[in-house]
């Protein structure tokens, strides 16, 4: 079902937001020296719209959480001094008062916040009446409706400049992301809301600085509007998030060798074939991945059934399992006897997996 929100046409007001959208800055305000000196290098490569991170949600305690308001009287200099505007993450109506006082143009919801309805409402109500730029960052967990119902919910407040970050999702099998893109999730928003811009954060779903380019490129080949990129003066020093940030150099090199396939903003539904052949390959990818980790755990199926003496196929198990995966699938749109095809395949690859585990050694 498409959700039609009031979306304004123009994300920030007089910026040329044309694609890609670029906002680069650090993952946190550090100094003021930090800051202008990030800032004034960002503003000569042309980015338009400096992030900082002035309150920091951790996820452990005892990390640096942010050097609080005085980073914005910096924030303030910045604008000042390079034309930029300037984009804070907001967590509470606290942050939205203090961000509004001192003319920031862009607040962000952070990942931890998008996922508390409870959060999420009061800061929308604490927006009501003003005109500000709104992006709410996917919720941590991979769920498209509480993303869409955080969106929802800042929309109604009449907050019409909105837009999403996608920045992954959190998995408990550690891959090579810090934060799984799951890409198939701001597909599965892009669909539902078409005239949504959505910005791509390669940094927090890399967590590397290596991977950043690759992210990049896949973001435009799919198509999305932006990118948000953690950049700062001298990375390595960095009192937050050092391995996933780059100086601006390094983002100047990364967005002089993007390669834009469309240039074609304002007509999000001519999707391009080769982007539709993109978006299956990345599906693809994610399928086999998928079946990896579930050998993986077959194996240790089989690790277990070995310690236990325990025959590998126990037919009701699998008799209740495949009954139960037709009826997922014919839920999904996919028919009872292609879900019989593969599932078969799987489970006789589970078991090559599981007898490899038993009889070794
Ligand atoms: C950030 O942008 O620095 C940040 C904390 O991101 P997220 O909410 O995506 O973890
Ligand atoms: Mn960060």
Redesign the pocket.
């Known amino acids: 079902m498409i959700i039609h929100l009031n979306i304004s046409d123009e994300l920030i007001p007089e910026m040329d937001c044309s694609k890609p959208l670029i906002m680069a800055g650090p993952?946190?305000a550090e100094t003021e020296l930090q800051v202008m000196n990030t800032a004034l290098r960002l503003a000569k490569i042309g980015v338009k719209v400096f992030?900082a991170?002035i309150w920091?949600?951790r996820t452990r305690p005892n990390a640096f959480e942010g050097v609080g308001s005085e980073g914005l009287v910096w924030l303030k200099q910045v604008k000042e001094e390079t034309g930029m505007r300037t984009a804070i993450?907001v967590a509470n109506v606290k942050h939205v008062y203090e961000a509004l006082k001192n003319n920031i143009d862009v607040l962000?919801i952070?990942?931890?916040?998008s996922a508390n309805p409870f959060a999420v409402q009061e800061i929308a109500d604490s927006l009501k009446g003003v005109d500000i730029t709104v992006l709410v960052?996917n919720p941590?967990n991979p769920d498209v409706e509480l993303w869409i119902g955080a969106l929802e919910r800042i929309n109604a407040a009449g907050i019409t400049r909105i837009g999403a970050?996608h920045?992954g999702f959190s998995d408990y099998a550690k891959g090579q992301y810090r934060n799984n893109p799951q890409w198939s999730i701001p597909i599965e928003l892009r669909r539902r809301i078409p005239n949504l811009p959505i910005i791509v954060?390669p940094s927090?779903i890399a967590g590397r600085r290596d991977l950043i380019m690759d992210l990049s490129q896949y973001a435009m080949d799919l198509d999305f509007d932006g990118l948000?990129i953690?950049s700062h003066c001298d990375p390595d020093k960095a009192w937050?998030?050092a391995a996933q940030q780059i100086v601006p150099e390094h983002l100047d090199y990364i967005l002089k060798n993007l390669i834009l396939r469309s240039q074609d903003v304002n007509n999000k539904q001519s999707v391009t074939l080769e982007e539709l052949r993109v978006q299956i390959d990345k599906l693809d990818d994610e399928v086999l991945k998928l079946m990896e980790q579930r050998m993986n755990v077959a194996e240790k199926i089989g690790q277990f059934k070995k310690e236990n003496n325990v025959t590998i196929l126990q037919s009701s198990r699998w008799d209740m399992l495949l009954k139960q995966r037709i009826n997922t699938g014919l839920s999904k749109g996919l028919s009872a006897d292609f879900v019989q095809k593969i599932y078969s395949a799987i489970h006789e690859e589970s078991i090559q997996h599981q007898k490899a585990v038993m009889n070794n050694g």
């Open positions: 993952c946190s992030r991170g920091k949600p993450e962000w952070g990942a931890r916040t960052k941590v970050i920045r954060d927090h948000i953690e937050s998030d």
